[in-house]
């Protein structure tokens, strides 16, 4: 964990709603790893104020390249979409605890909503990688949209599931059912379990809770919750586990054990 | 010229003048790899209470212009807790360590005091009784002159203890001036300020607050004036020493509150948006010191030409 | 469906619920070329005392974090100059001219009330009992409940006017809706809040106060939160009508104050950084209401999930 | 007067310290006058949070271009420095009183200081322009610096005046000593006295006012004073006149006969 100002690579538009900003990642500055942050200053004036977190997206240690994928939503966002490549970002990280790796023999099945694809995309190019020496199976990646216009110009793994709400793109429907699907297309069963890895919008978390739940699946949750330090200092960013207790998302998090989460209290 | 940056409170000196403020640094380790703990003028715990405290409902945190709104709820371990996992190693820092004190009642208070005394490391106390998100004590204390120093006044003399107690006001009142005048009359050693003011974020699309509870306080450069104007009053109101506390992000954020009249300063919030804000804010405050010739701390109060 | 957007405030019925905020918006001509002032739901004037104020010494004013400190001291003509100097252009007006005042004592308020009582064009009073930049009088009244309520009270009783009487509530105290219920006793017909917090800016490289006279009023973004607690808290005391103020820029930001429950709001600091503000707060206002189903303002606080 | 979003059509820096930034002007938004002056929103978030006052340095009826030259100072002016051409400018103008005509027969002196230049370059090149029709003599421009690498790359009219603290450009002093040369130097006499311009910081615009007292000259002088509303409404920007009164920089200003101002209370 280091906070420290490195040069933007590259600001690209991936589609309506996505941008991909891919900064240099010095060695020394610790490993990101899929499910993990980073937390961004935005601004050299007093609003926004606090900075911003994003899950990483990519990590290439030989090019020393970090990236993370981030949607336009309000004031912070909007000056991050026009971020030159060659300027500096304040860059703090990485924060948080990653997916942990499938257990030998299970099938991951990676699903992703919303903000939430960046890490989904980066598990599931790193789970693919490391498929053969880890021993699980080669993870299938499901995104879900609303619409085509929002699906991102990237290079997805061999065997991505898309879906959009209205059908527009891929598979018709939401992606929790796209990903059970999935889970029942491989080699479901006693030998190849699926473990679902979730990042995405508090309906499709409610969703796949309740289907984990009925197939008696193990998932990890990535979560969201608003920040303010990012490195657990300051308890904002709490989030109910069923136990009835409290977990910081920066710090025990964001990676959860979906089925601990109370995500009534989301 | 080579400053001297000492603060004395009490019977404690403290190296510097800038801490970090209750609640915003966890208790130090958080910030570990990121600054040096240890090179901080003042390390302020969050907030100790005899029981264990979850905390509020969530969300928390709601950002709002230049601020923000937290309604954390005093979330902390407990007081044993705190002495058992929390102070061996705010033992080992090099920086004072001041443990923040709330409760419901006085009781409260003289037990975490008492159960904290015999403990080392612990260079002070600051006592909260401002914190305007939980619902018993708390606020209510701090805004009512005879508690205050009631108040105050119980904890000196049950625990005649050598380390300072700072009272914490909150600027939610109408004269912060008496308060801290009452507190100065229990025989407090110093008086912090300010924590924060109470507000509300409502969200337009989901017609609910932002906040859980509703109102929570709030933080950061948007109070900065509020709090400068309360230490300006505040220390030409009581002869013991002033800490500043609201909206310090840079070193000419801290010179405000000391040529107020504060002789030290917390960064609370400008920790979430830069952790190395208190080492930068020593570094200014030094710099501006040797160009102005200010040579000690308490120099600097009555170079403000008001 | 086309939502009603009048309020009623005692007796008057304002055309919408967006008006602008007293000393932001001179006496109307001076945004004539900007935008259209009669379409404004409300324009409260600068203040008016009986004898005419040349204001505070200058710099009056210093932007701060999301704000805006101003120490211009009610600075006017005085009453009879405002009859003969400004009225007959105010007279003109299609909005609701609503006249703010201010005094030194009670004989004050009373003596500019009793003299515009007679004349045209005025309808309604807003009575400034907190504003911070005076040195006597103003903040002084609405610190005080039973100060509030004698005003009030004698105000109502000497005037018998059919005109409301609204009382600007002061966010500077301890409890602002034991000062809303005091105004209402005293038989306010509604309350605004609120009115601008302390505030202090120091310049460290001049080692003086930004403003002339050291501290300021804080208003702007910054303030919002609190202003919107405060909205929230006084509307849940009393039965009387709540104006929202404090930090408006958006349709979002005037819709917080109705969630919270504000029948009606002012733009302030906003109508300098922008004077289209409170037209494009009012257009937001009713695209909110279309797509939120409420069909008149009052529907708007009962929609608050809290 | 109007307010309006108006395409920056040039951003150029002219010194170390100068920039200089050129806005479509519509031809109904009204007449940028020498010495009047625009006000820009700078930011979509809330700090800055109000507009910053400008003069005009230029004005091209036909082009349909105003220009207006700024220092980086603060947050606002940083952010204007950044602001590329094509990008709109949210602009508020023109406001406040104009520079008056110099009386027929006399030699105006022009002398501007630090961002006191934008306007009076502007003035110099509308008096020079006019000075035959209007019966005065050719204007005098002086411009103070405090170092060569300060003077901005400008065509100045000819015969304008360059003086700098340390002489490393132009005549080694200060612009009220250079102006006082140039009215000395010029038909000064019954029959073309001199009358001063002045916009410059404020030991500039004291120095001045006790030269052209003993000298016995007139002088218009175009004062700054923080501003809220810009429009004379918020009497922010009360400017203390010899007579006791306050005048609203904004509104009666910002060109005030600098006779009538309390210079000791600025
Ligand atoms: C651990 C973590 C990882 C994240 N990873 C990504 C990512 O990879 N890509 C991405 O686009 N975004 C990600 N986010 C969300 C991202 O931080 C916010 O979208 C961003 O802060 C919005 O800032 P803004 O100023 O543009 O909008 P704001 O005005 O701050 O927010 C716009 C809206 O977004 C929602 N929102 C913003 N922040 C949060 C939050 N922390 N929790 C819940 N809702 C929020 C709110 O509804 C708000 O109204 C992540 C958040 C967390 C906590
Ligand atoms: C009528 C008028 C015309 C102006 N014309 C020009 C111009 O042509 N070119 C130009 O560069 N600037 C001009 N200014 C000043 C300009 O508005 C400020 O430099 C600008 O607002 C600074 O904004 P900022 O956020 O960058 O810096 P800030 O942080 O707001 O200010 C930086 C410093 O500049 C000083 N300052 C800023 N604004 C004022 C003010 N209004 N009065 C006195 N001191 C101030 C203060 O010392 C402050 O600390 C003019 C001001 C006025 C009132
Ligand atoms: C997240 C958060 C938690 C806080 N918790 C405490 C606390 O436990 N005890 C306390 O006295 N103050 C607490 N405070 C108040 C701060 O110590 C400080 O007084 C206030 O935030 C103003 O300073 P700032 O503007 O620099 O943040 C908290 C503030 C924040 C933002
Ligand atoms: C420059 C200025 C002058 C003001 N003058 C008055 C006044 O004369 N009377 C009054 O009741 N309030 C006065 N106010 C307070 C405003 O009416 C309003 O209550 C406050 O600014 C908060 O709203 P805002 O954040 O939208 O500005 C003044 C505010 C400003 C900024
Ligand atoms: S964001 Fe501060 S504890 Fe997690
Ligand atoms: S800036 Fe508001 S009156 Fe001049």
Redesign the interface.
Known sequence: ???FDTPVLENRELSRDYRRIEVEWPGDAGTPAPGAFLTV?V?????????RPFAFSGYDPREGRAAFIFQIRG?AT??LSERRPGTVL?V?GPLGSGFPDPAPGSLPVLVGGGIGLGPLVFAAREFRLRAAAGGWEAPVLVLGFRTADQVPALDLPEGSVLCTDDGSAGFRGTAVEAAERAAAGGRYGPDAPPVFYACGPAPMMAALDRRAASLGASYWAAVE????????????????LKD???ARAC?EGPVFDGTSIDWG?? | MNPDLSVRIGNLVLPNPVGVASGTFGYGSEYESLMDVDALGALYTKAVTPEPRPGNEVPRIVETPSGMLNSIGLANPGLEAFVRDKLPELRRRRCPVLVNVAGASEDDYLRVLERLEPEDGISGYEINVSCPNVSHGGLAFGTDPALVERLTARLKRSLRSARPLIVKLSPNVTDIAEIARAAESGGADAVSCINTLVGMVIDVDRRRPRLARGTGGLSGPAIRPVGVACAFRVSRAVAIPVVGIGGILEARDALEYLLAGARAVQVGTGNFRDPGTAARVLEGIRDWMVRNGASRMEDIPGMLDA
Not at chain 1, 43 to 51: I, K, M
């Open positions: 964990m280091r906070r200053g601004s050299g004036t007093t609003d926004p104020l606090l900075r004031p909007r000056l304040d703090l919750q608003w920040m303010a330090c990012g490195v657990g200092a300051c308890l904002g960013c709490a989030v109910r009835g207790s409290f710090a209290a989301m």
